[in-house]
């Protein structure tokens, strides 16, 4: 099985002044862009806040070249890739994710709007409407204030303190002042000696460097502009400060006149702060009950500035818990140039690495940043702790946390598949152990499925419990806290797993690196079935989510109706019934998964568990959202589990996503959470449609979405031939498994699975996409449009009419 290998990238500084980093992986199925302008909302003339975060939205309206509806973001998600752009303090950054087939027409979209953005006044009005929509919902989101209020403070003159979002107030469209200003402000900065342009994916240095001269090309030549160095942080001589509230305590400091590589210092150091696992900070802490949660980050870093943030969840009094963290900084000031925890720092952030996909690397590239604590991050480290006040005379308590026994990658056995005093010529012969361990893999309710090529590092694995009856929300929050520092441990070796609650059932899921799997499958099983001994009676404190997410974390509990509730751990895993699908994994890795396999709680699954179907239903169902703005979510199932249907659904939902959103969002202005999808949940395939707004009640949604479907055969209808040929090939083209990411293609997998299809479903379905024509995509949204897959509303509040079925 071949190591991912992800070397430095390529660095250089192109003829014109462009910077460019350039990554080789192979092993990547995608294409990624991250393009880092040295500007930000700090840069920004101190009569206009939020310009900078206007211009970053208005550059996505389109240009002469590429109007709206053939930008970047609708070729983006015509080609099923991912794109976002962000503004920072000091920072606008603007990336994207797609296959190496459209990756340079991406790119060539990139650089036209950065360079030629048309400004156009009717499109500035709609979108600063937009905006203010965002700062209305942000000034009313407790989770944002809070964050905000952290930097109460600092000097009241720092640009932290200042408003930076941008409002109808602030942005003042139909002054010549402010539109000169735009325009200033877009030719400073937005030119090649103030870019960093990352390109990662399969092909050579040479191709990438190539596709970055190009874009380079067309991008405004210009030299570095020197930003404005900020003002000190504090008014005074201090440099810390705390927020004390209810069970929660903020702990601030704040940094000058930092030496280099102080940003990689920083994140070294809230890592080790931040390890839940036994012998660590917080570990010693709920020991002694003087805290139930820490979590450490820089909130700013720039220059020579830094705002360190700890947030301690506690009853403590502060000078206590203040007390103690000085005193475990003492004791880890003194741990000799961290050499073991370097080693093992350095082995996590590779192992992360190897388990990126291209965004990722492309983002890691534009910040720059050491794979671990380099010399001189130590010195910088040093200097930060003296800073921090870190005490000499600490008590001997403190010990380091153990190290994550995931890292610790065993070299394969020779011969793989041998046994001892066997030689290949013995390779056919089994040893009766072997075929036991043989049979009860084959017995077992866990599928091998062999979709996906088992010589590469990365695998997935699925486990689906089915149980008489629904966790208890209490029980599931207190089996995902018992999880937590074996998912961190799990997470710094390549894989990523999850234990979640659905109605009455329980999945885990893994992916990443396949290695260490069995080992964490083994011990995620044994923390899952331990006894439920001290588990926590409170209930669980809900983190604050907008009304739109609200609604999509509760719709797949939805989808599968209602069940009683139980709290009883034992009970629940003595009725349950299990199966699981394993894809990516080579015969190795399978015989490791042996002894977790025979631990697995509950009894084999044998019964068919087909998606229950809402066919020529409406069901509406209000959740209380606790908001004053409104949300809906429309979920239109497909009338039949036939795969042809499925096709179907996903050619309608690729034709829809960009008109959807450019009716919506940008003509009516309805809000700016605003999208369609096709989604599956439990094998259900459907399409989902989701917005969310400040002015209009959800039956008003609901109104402008069947709208919208009304004229969806109209639309199709007009679709030149071309066009629509075009359109099939670029959706077939997602899920050719040459370049469909392994992550995505295990769930995939997993919920055909459950959707009653073959082994070669991977190849079926673009296949089944290419032989929908005009006609059958017409005949599609008909019975969309009539609802006979069923329709299921979830909304924010309001009522429905007599058509709709009110369901809790």
């Given at each position: 099985m071949p190591a991912l290998n992800h070397p430095r990238p390529h660095t250089e500084t192109l003829a014109n002044g462009l910077r460019v980093t350039l990554r080789h992986a192979p092993n990547l199925k995608r294409c990624a862009a991250a393009l880092r302008v040295a500007a930000g909302s700090h840069d920004v003339p101190l009569a206009w806040p939020g310009l900078a975060h206007f211009l970053e939205h208005l550059l996505f309206l389109g240009t002469e070249r590429f109007p709206a509806g053939q930008g970047l973001m609708a070729y983006v998600q015509g080609h099923g890739g991912q794109v976002n752009a962000r503004t920072s303090e000091r920072t606008t950054d603007f990336f994207f994710e797609l296959t190496p087939q459209s990756f340079s027409g991406g790119l060539e979209r990139l650089s036209d709007m950065l360079a030629h953005p048309r400004m156009n006044p009717d499109d500035q009005q709609r979108e600063r409407e937009v905006l203010h929509a965002e700062f209305v919902a942000w000034s009313q989101d407790a989770t944002a204030q809070q964050q905000l209020a952290l930097f109460d403070g600092l000097s009241p003159t720092h640009p932290l303190r200042g408003f930076h979002a941008g409002n109808r107030d602030s942005l003042p469209i139909s002054q010549a002042e402010f539109q000169q200003a735009l325009r200033d402000f877009h030719q400073r900065f937005y030119q090649t000696g103030q870019m960093t342009l990352s390109l990662t994916g399969p092909q050579s240095i040479?191709?990438?460097?190539q596709m970055a001269l190009s874009f380079g090309a067309a991008i405004p030549t210009g030299e570095n502009v020197p930003q404005q160095a900020p003002i000190p942080l504090m008014e005074s001589s201090d440099a810390s400060y705390q927020q004390v509230s209810e069970r929660r305590l903020d702990l601030l400091f704040t940094f000058e006149s930092l030496p280099r590589s102080s940003s990689e210092a920083l994140a070294f150091l809230c890592h080790w702060m931040n390890a839940a696992k036994p012998g660590g900070l917080l570990a010693e802490l709920r020991a002694r009950g003087l805290a139930e949660?820490?979590?450490?980050?820089?909130?700013?870093?720039?220059?020579e500035q830094a705002v360190l943030h700890i947030e301690c969840t506690t009853t403590a009094p502060a000078s206590v818990l203040r007390e103690k963290l000085r005193d475990?900084?003492?004791?880890?000031?003194?741990?000799?140039?961290?050499?073991?925890?370097r080693d093992?720092?350095?082995?996590?952030?590779?192992?992360?690495?190897?388990?990126?996909?291209?965004?990722?690397l492309a983002r890691l590239d534009s910040e720059q940043l050491e794979t671990g604590l380099s010399e001189q991050g130590v010195v910088a480290l040093t200097d930060i702790l003296k800073k921090i006040g870190a005490v000499d005379n600490f008590s001997s308590e403190w010990q380091l946390p153990a190290p994550n026994p995931f890292l610790r990658a065993e070299a394969p056995p020779q011969n793989a598949g041998l046994i001892r005093g066997q030689t290949s010529k013995h390779r056919g012969l089994r040893t009766f152990a072997q075929d036991r361990s043989r049979n009860r893999r084959e017995n077992s309710p866990m599928q091998f499925s062999q979709a996906l090529p088992d010589n590469t590092a990365e695998g997935a694995i699925y486990l689906r419990w089915r149980l008489e009856a629904r966790p208890h929300p209490r029980l599931q929050q207190n089996l995902e806290n018992h999880l937590q520092p074996l998912r961190e441990d799990?997470?710094?070796?390549?894989?990523?797993?999850?234990?979640?609650?659905?109605?009455?059932?329980?999945?885990?899921k893994m992916t990443g690196l396949q290695e260490p799997m069995p080992a964490v499958l083994e011990h995620a099983l044994n923390e899952l079935t331990k006894p439920a001994n001290g588990f926590s009676q409170e209930e669980p404190k809900s983190t604050a989510l907008i009304p739109i997410r609200q609604l999509l974390k509760a719709l797949p509990d939805h989808c599968l109706g209602h069940a009683a509730v139980s709290d009883d751990l034992q009970q629940l895993w003595s009725s349950a019934r299990w199966e699981g699908l394993a894809t990516g994994l080579s015969t190795q890795t399978q015989a490791a998964m042996g002894l977790a396999l025979s631990r697995v709680p509950g009894a084999a699954d044998t019964q068919p568990s087909l998606p229950s179907s809402i066919n020529s239903q409406r069901l509406w169902t209000t959740l209380d959202t606790e908001s004053s703005e409104h949300a809906l979510l429309l979920f239109c199932p497909t009338a039949t589990q036939d795969i042809c249907d499925e096709a179907s659904w996903r050619l309608l939902a690729h034709v829809c996503q960009t008109p959807f959103y450019q009716r919506l969002r940008v003509e009516l202005q309805l809000g700016y959470a605003v999208f369609s999808s096709l989604r599956q949940f439990h094998g259900q395939t459907g399409m989902l449609f989701g917005v969310q707004s400040p002015g209009t009640a959800p039956l008003g949604l609901l109104e402008h979405v069947e709208r919208f479907l009304s004229e969806l055969p109209g639309m199709i209808e007009v679709i030149d031939e071309a066009t629509f040929i075009a359109q099939r090939q670029a959706l077939a083209d997602q899920f050719d498994r040459a370049s469909l990411p392994a992550t995505q293609a295990a769930e995939l997998l997993w919920q055909g699975k459950f959707a009653g299809r073959s082994s070669d479903y991977l190849t079926q379905l673009p296949l089944s996409i290419l032989a929908i024509d005009r006609p059958a995509l017409l005949a599609a949204a008909h019975r969309l449009n009539n609802a006979e897959g069923g329709w299921r509303c979830l909304v924010s509040g309001s009522g429905p009419d007599a058509l709709w079925q009110v369901t809790e």
């Open positions: 040479e191709e990438l460097k949660r820490l979590n450490a980050e820089p909130l700013y870093q720039y220059s475990w900084l003492g004791f880890f000031a003194a741990q000799q140039d961290w050499a073991n925890l093992e720092y350095t082995a996590l952030l590779q192992r992360q690495q190897q388990v990126s996909g291209a965004l990722q799990a997470r710094q070796a390549g894989v990523d797993f999850s234990f979640s609650a659905s109605g009455n059932e329980w999945l885990l």
